[in-house]
């Protein structure tokens, strides 16, 4: 009788499923930035009140919001197939469904369901900035685009990026579901290991080894992120005698 548990095989899987840890950083970090867009693009849009587009938005942020991503997942990908289809139908073109890889359903997908978290994240962040910076900022004939990449963004960052750390780390456990768009990430390499072997709770412990390493990696790079763009709550003045004027 074999062992219950074999201690090794967790370490010994570890290797062959970090074959596959590039392909899971990058549908995160693709996912994270097309999120990052979309969320930039609709937090500004239901800031600014645009006529028509802001009731738009908060219909597809609360459809993105309350439906699970596996189900997103799934409808990207039986469904993008499907308009493509439906364009060559109509317009007698020639698209070629087939030669997309499941990478790029992942992607749109994981991007799309962290859009709508990602809306709410940076609009509570851009409404941080105190109104008498944007209001100095058009006084001195700046356009909002202006302001916004000059004042209201360096100071929202600050105050989003623990947010978004945590949003980066949900999203590289999300790309854990990318299997059901045809995508071999770590996960399924993981269910293909544990296939041959038959031992799935060891590799499943390995899987969850790698994430676990991964989550703090991130914890740690955004904590020194922060304290290097903190902006001081007090700025030490020293006069021209050398002397702290703060005291």
């Not at 597809?60 to 990908?77: K, N």
């Not at 030669?99 to 994240?121: C, H, K, R, S, T």
């Not at 105050?159 to 854990?176: F, H, Q």
């Not at 904590?223 to 005698?241: F, G, H, S």
Request: charged share 15%.
């Amino acid at each position: 009788m074999g062992k219950l548990f074999d201690v090794s095989l967790v370490f010994t899987s570890i290797p062959e499923l970090l074959e596959k840890l590039p392909i899971t950083l990058e549908l995160a970090l693709l996912s994270m930035l097309l999120g990052l867009i979309l969320g930039l693009v609709m937090a500004i849009i239901k800031m600014r009140k645009i006529k028509g587009l802001t009731q738009f938005t908060n219909l597809v942020i609360s459809l993105l919001r309350g439906t699970p991503v596996i189900v997103q997942l799934y409808v990207a990908f039986f469904g993008i197939p499907m308009i493509f289809k439906a364009i060559n139908q109509k317009f007698g073109t020639n698209l070629a469904v087939a030669d997309i890889p499941g990478i790029v359903y992942a992607m749109v997908a994981l991007g799309l369901n962290q859009a709508g978290f990602m809306a709410e994240i940076i609009r509570s962040a851009l409404q941080s900035v105190d109104n008498g910076q944007i209001e100095a900022a058009h006084a001195l004939g700046m356009t909002y685009p202006q302001a916004l990449r000059r004042i209201i963004l360096p100071e929202a960052i600050e105050v989003a990026l623990p947010t978004l750390g945590n949003s980066l780390i949900s999203i590289i456990k999300g790309t854990s579901l990318a299997f059901t768009c045809a995508v071999v990430e770590i996960t399924a390499q993981g269910q293909i290991i544990a296939g041959k072997t038959y031992r799935y709770f060891e590799v499943y412990i390995s899987l969850a080894i790698i994430y676990w390493v991964i989550t703090l990696i991130i914890e740690q790079g955004i904590r020194i992120i922060e304290n290097k763009i903190r902006i001081p709550d007090q700025v030490e003045l020293v006069n021209v005698d050398g002397e702290d004027s703060t005291k």
